[in-house]
């Protein structure tokens, strides 16, 4: 019996954070039993690179039927080299397997010798707009106060369709959805889940890594939406990885909360019919409780100009400062 499992996302809710561990603790998944996937979809190895197979599960999509072919007999092939490297599970990790083509796409390796389980990992709504803000839709100029109207006035599912797709394909009890909260995650932390979910050891050191791909602070990100010319479309990083490489965490930390209670408890109410369905579906015993109360670590403060233009200024003083220096 070969085993697949499948994280697969939710977008900006720990993927990258979940891909640089199955990288960095790659020898030891494998003394394990378990393959992993790399960029190619190939098996990984000690010189794989670590970014997950994205932009060929993205090439599969746009060419989707045609590409059904193609991407079948890439799994077979990839099955196959698990079983002769004496793995008995092959772990998949991309955050474009929420796409409505890849449950059918995976539906056809579902068999007496093949079972599928998948993992996805979801964020409270009102927490994955914001961040979803600072990710995408600010390098198009998008300001948030206009993300939230937009969102209120037009609410639609962020996660059941996607669950429900899913679901139908590999069965219920073969899906796990977990809330990137400390109440409902393994030990309080998003590794320590994952690694009880794929059925690893746990009593190993495993590689630490931190948690990736933060975001700037929602004042800086304010700043540079006025310029989605500095951005070559809403999924270039070259920017903000540049100055996260720069100044570190520090542009990530605010003592501020982007958004009001107001405003986050009309986001949550357009999502409350989906958030009865998870409860009743997913945690019926443990509740909803715990991850729907609006606890505000800081006092609001929306993005606004001024608090923009003078990290911008610090930045910029601080570049300037490093280049005479050399």
Not at 45 to 50: E, H, T, V
Not at 249 to 264: F, W
Request: glycine share 4%; proline share 4%; with cysteine.
């Amino acid at each position: 019996m070969q085993n697949i499992i499948l994280h697969i996302g939710h977008p900006k809710c720990g993927s990258t954070t979940i891909q640089n561990f199955l990288h960095a603790n790659q020898v030891l998944l494998s003394k394990q039993g378990f393959g992993i996937a790399d960029k190619r979809l190939k098996l990984m190895s000690r010189r794989s690179s670590k970014l997950a197979p994205v932009r060929y599960l993205t090439n599969i999509r746009n060419n989707y039927p045609k590409s059904q072919t193609k991407f079948t007999d890439a799994i077979r092939n990839l099955l196959t080299l698990n079983e002769k490297a004496g793995h008995h599970s092959l772990v998949i990790s991309a955050e474009n397997l929420t796409h409505p083509e890849f449950p059918e796409l995976f539906s056809g390796f579902i068999s007496d010798e093949i079972n599928i389980k998948v993992i996805y990992y979801i964020r409270r709504q009102d927490d994955w707009l914001v961040s979803s803000w600072k990710q995408w839709q600010s390098k198009e100029g998008s300001k948030l106060s206009q993300i939230v109207q937009n969102h209120i006035a037009n609410p639609k599912d962020l996660y059941r369709t996607i669950i429900a797709n899913w679901s139908n394909v590999c069965g219920r009890e073969n899906m796990h959805v977990g809330l990137v909260h400390p109440d409902y995650l393994t030990n309080g932390a998003l590794i320590d889940d994952f690694i009880a979910q794929i059925g690893l050891k746990k009593n190993i050191s495993y590689t630490n890594t931190d948690d990736a791909n933060l975001s700037l602070n929602h004042h800086l990100v304010h700043g540079l939406s006025y310029s989605p010319y500095l951005f070559n479309g809403p999924h270039d990083s070259t920017l903000t990885n540049f100055l996260q490489t720069e100044f570190g965490a520090s542009l990530s930390i605010s003592n501020d909360d982007p958004l009001s209670v107001k405003e986050r408890q009309a986001i949550l109410a357009t999502h409350a019919e989906e958030n009865a369905w998870l409860e009743a579906e997913f945690f019926k015993e443990q509740g909803l409780e715990n991850w729907l109360k609006i606890r505000p670590k800081h006092p609001h403060k929306a993005p606004n100009d001024i608090e923009a233009l003078l990290q911008m200024q610090g930045i910029t003083l601080k570049l300037l400062s490093d280049l005479l220096s050399r």
